[in-house]
């Protein structure tokens, strides 16, 4: 019986190791400069964060120690998105992981919480759009200088994820009770064969479902939707099963287009760890 | 910076990440029951056995633990002899992580700890060779059904690897100071290019040195001798470099035959570990 925290850990090397998952460094994929080493090593320097978010420690220092540990590799930023859902939902664990669980442990966070989601911004590079004027002094870019504003506003770290929703598909999870999150864990228990095929299969549907939102804010919009589009015909025409020719093709196009849909590689995290801790998936 | 408990966890991922290692499980290649999956599973679950291990806690019931923990996983034993050799190198770390801290390490080992060691049997299914017939009453086979022959006997567990040698090339380790283990690091850190590239060109030359113990006993020695010409002859050709395709087809050979020189999978992961130790590589 794994603890919470080891499921988290597994959650990040399942998702990591499941292939094809186009654009996405996975078993079979590197990209340039962020090999799959690099996730192993995440995942590893993550567990004490989680750890972290399993016991009384606050939400925002758990998740700060999380990234803290994940980014002590020459990857730099790997599973940040992962973590920033995987944080809360360790934590319902310790009433039951439901929709409703999570929901709470992220109303109860505090502007403690969102200071120290500022400072985890400054252990790693990770890849945000220029925020609207209004909300410059907030950019998470800053780091702890945002601090200051941050308080004056008195926002938690849920009103953070709140004011960055539309355009990033990992806040949408906090303020939507991690729909697409348990949702994911729902696809992988009715999926038969070894989990990180299923996974594979469930990154594949939730790509198709909507556009890639660090896909759209690194690349455009238009992009986005391109790939989403055509993840949907793999998936009408149940591609994985009858042609995964097509699926391997169009994974190695996305890496060579320097396309990742990072978003939806989180989301697949997130619900590989809920279906663990549901015990409704073997490994 | 990683701890010892962390870089011992990472050993493990990066060797089963490590391809083309022929016969083995590795990024590339499952065996029919014994999936990739189930390393990364084998290896979230070991680190509390080796926290334990970089405690005050006793040998013997670090390692119990990491098996018990490595074992929670469909493909029972994946990392038996890899642990058995990282946690004494992990208590090692406690001073400087040498061939004689390690040999101190096992020489303080007790009867209580070998009592442990038959205990890690009871919650794995591991080859192993029948026992000459003096040798019947301690079977590890039996598991704690043995310890009162071993502690009638006033057996350690250093006592318990003298006697598995020659014949288990991890026990072998225990009685020669880790000899191939701390060589593995040392050609680690002088090949160049990504960590598992290297490691995978280790395990070659590793299988190149000397025949496989887990292949002799699971099949025979004509066959362990075979497998470590062929290695040999590839190493002393430069194949890694020079002509993969001939490695990759060797590995592809073995996993269709049924031969895994675990053993030789085992010493790479020690030696990943002591590399990563001493911060002589970079991941």
Do not use: C
Not at 125 to 143: N, S
Not at 240 to 257: G, K, N, P, Q, S
Not at 261 to 272: E, F, M, R, W
């Amino acid at each position: 019986m794994r603890t919470p925290a080891q499921n988290g850990e597994l959650a990040l090397l399942l998702e990591v190791a499941s292939t094809p998952k186009p654009g996405n460094v996975d078993r079979h994929r590197d990209l340039d400069d962020l090999r799959f080493e690099h996730f192993l090593a995440g995942a590893v320097g993550a567990r004490d964060g989680l750890e972290m978010a399993a016991t009384d420690s606050a939400i925002g220092p758990a998740f700060e120690r999380a990234i803290e540990g994940m980014a002590a590799q020459e990857g730099d930023n790997t599973q940040f998105g992962a973590l920033l859902l995987l944080v809360p939902l360790v934590r319902a664990t310790r009433n039951d992981l439901s929709r409703s669980a999570v929901e709470s442990v992220v109303e109860q966070t505090t502007v403690d919480d969102a200071a120290a989601f500022y400072r985890a911004f400054e252990h790693v590079d990770v890849f945000v759009p220029d925020p609207p004027a209004d909300m410059a002094p907030l950019d998470v870019r800053r780091g702890s200088d945002a601090i200051p504003a941050l308080e004056a506003r008195e926002l938690t770290l849920v009103d953070v994820m709140d004011r960055s929703v539309p355009g990033d598909d990992v806040a949408r999870e906090w303020i939507t009770g991690f729909e697409r999150s348990f949702a994911a864990a729902d696809r992988l228990e009715t999926k038969s064969g070894p989990l990180p095929d299923r996974a594979a299969a469930v990154f594949l549907s939730l790509l198709a479902d909507r556009p890639d939102t660090l896909v759209a804010n690194r690349r455009d919009e238009t992009t986005a939707r391109e790939v989403s589009q055509r993840a949907a015909a793999l998936v009408d025409r149940n591609a994985i099963a009858t042609d995964r020719d097509a699926v391997e093709t169009f994974a190695t196009e996305l890496v060579d287009r320097g396309i990742n849909p990072g978003t939806t590689a989180d989301i697949t995290a997130a619900g590989l760890f809920i279906a663990l801790e549901r015990d409704t998936v073997e490994i």
